[in-house]
C-alpha cells in the first residue's frame, strides 16, 4: 500500500513539475525567428500573388 501511495505521489509531483515548465514565455531569439517567419511566409504569398497577376495579364492579351 505504500508503494501505491508513493507511486501516486511521485506522478502528482511529476504532472505538477511537467505542467509548470511547459508554460514558459517565448525567448527573444524564439519571437525574433517567429517574426521572420511570418515575413518569409508574407513575401512568398506576395511573390504567388504578383506571379497570378503576371499570368493573367499574359493571358487577356
Known amino acids: ?3 501505491l501511495a508513493k507511486l501516486y505521489i511521485l506522478l502528482f509531483f511529476s504532472g505538477v513539475f ?3 515548465t511547459s508554460c514558459r514565455e517565448k525567448t527573444t531569439e524564439e519571437k525574433v525567428e517567429d517574426s521572420i ?3 518569409g511566409d508574407e513575401l512568398e504569398e506576395g511573390v504567388e500573388e ?3 497577376e ?3 495579364a499574359i ?3
Open 1 to 3: 500500500m505504500k508503494n
Open 18 to 20: 511537467l505542467t509548470a
Open 37 to 39: 517567419e511570418a515575413v
Open 50 to 52: 504578383i506571379k497570378d
Open 54 to 56: 503576371a499570368d493573367d
Open 59 to 61: 493571358d487577356d492579351h
